[in-house]
């Protein structure tokens, strides 16, 4: 994570929550949190390469999804930074959460965040909507928080050549979640950068089938081996 001097322009109250695919009557959702920086004040722009990054990614889910009736939205974060204690990102989440609930009535909800929003959905996951989180290559610095993933499901996905965000970080955290989640899982991506710029079409397809597999888990075969389930070493896959 980097630092940004930019001077903050305005907070406002626009709202959070992008839809990307909306059906008539969604019968459950999948929420898409972009990256950050650790510090920054500068607004967010769809342009910024965090926000960029994401949409094939966004594509690769919706073309995934296991039924038609599922709702893909993006957070829309005010401000690039997390910003120390105020944690501006999950502000943020919770807010579009609530504007998900407002939009379309209570629905299970699949958190998918990349590094920042990894964080900011971990943080999120006690929210009523959330049923699920799968943070990709996320910043979950030691002593993050757990106990709000109680009975939901946890996977993290995390390249062995990212050197920004701790993978090994990742693992602590994933272990600790078994105190409260659900099956929390992780698998380690082979030759796999922070930006998952390496192998881009293996990130997407494995995210893609992780959050159908999420969404119907009866339906949908976990594209996870066993072991991403274990107390020992993670998987490579």
Same mark, same amino acid.
């Given at each position: 994570?980097?630092?940004?001097?930019?001077?903050?322009?305005?907070?406002?109250?626009?709202?959070?929550?992008?839809?990307?695919?909306?059906?008539?009557?969604?019968?459950?959702?999948?929420?898409?949190l972009?990256?950050?920086q650790?510090?920054s004040?500068?607004?967010?722009?769809?342009?910024?390469?965090?926000?960029?990054?994401?949409?094939?990614?966004?594509? @690769?889910?919706?073309?995934?999804?296991?039924?038609?009736?599922?709702?893909?939205?993006?957070?829309?974060?005010?401000?690039?930074?997390?910003? @120390?204690?105020?944690?501006?990102?999950?502000?943020?989440?919770?807010?579009?959460l609530?504007?998900?609930?407002?939009?379309?009535?209570?629905?299970?909800?699949?958190?998918?965040?990349?590094?920042?929003?990894?964080?900011?959905?971990?943080?999120a996951?006690g929210?009523?909507?959330?049923?699920?989180?799968?943070?990709?290559?996320?910043?979950?610095?030691?002593?993050?928080?757990? /106990?709000?993933?109680?009975?939901?499901?946890?996977? @993290?996905?995390?390249?062995n050549?990212?050197?920004?965000?701790?993978?090994?970080?990742?693992a602590?955290?994933v272990?600790?979640?078994?105190?409260?989640? /659900?099956?929390?899982?992780m698998?380690?991506?082979?030759?796999?950068?922070? @930006?998952?710029?390496?192998?881009?079409?293996?990130?997407?397809?494995t995210?893609?089938?992780?959050v159908?597999?999420?969404?119907?888990?009866?339906?949908?075969?976990?594209?996870?081996?066993?072991?991403?389930?274990?107390?020992?070493?993670?998987?490579?896959?």
């Amino acid at each position: 994570m980097t630092r940004d001097s930019g001077q903050q322009t305005g907070t406002g109250t626009r709202a959070l929550l992008l839809p990307r695919s909306l059906p008539s009557r969604p019968r459950a959702a999948v929420l898409v949190l972009h990256g950050g920086q650790a510090s920054s004040e500068r607004p967010t722009s769809p342009w910024q390469p965090a926000a960029l990054r994401m949409r094939p990614l966004v594509r @690769a889910v919706t073309a995934a999804l296991p039924h038609e009736d599922v709702l893909v939205a993006q957070v829309r974060y005010r401000l690039r930074g997390w910003n @120390a204690e105020r944690a501006d990102p999950l502000r943020d989440t919770r807010r579009a959460l609530d504007e998900l609930r407002e939009l379309t009535g209570p629905l299970p909800t699949v958190l998918l965040g990349h590094s920042m929003g990894g964080r900011a959905a971990l943080r999120a996951a006690g929210h009523p909507q959330v049923c699920a989180v799968l943070a990709l290559a996320p910043w979950w610095p030691a002593g993050e928080p757990v /106990a709000q993933t109680a009975g939901r499901r946890v996977i @993290a996905l995390h390249g062995n050549r990212d050197r920004i965000t701790s993978a090994a970080e990742t693992a602590d955290c994933v272990r600790r979640a078994r105190e409260a989640a /659900a099956r929390p899982a992780m698998a380690v991506v082979g030759d796999g950068d922070h @930006a998952m710029l390496r192998r881009h079409r293996f990130w997407h397809r494995t995210a893609s089938a992780v959050v159908a597999h999420l969404l119907d888990p009866d339906g949908v075969p976990d594209p996870l081996p066993e072991e991403s389930y274990g107390g020992g070493h993670f998987p490579v896959l």
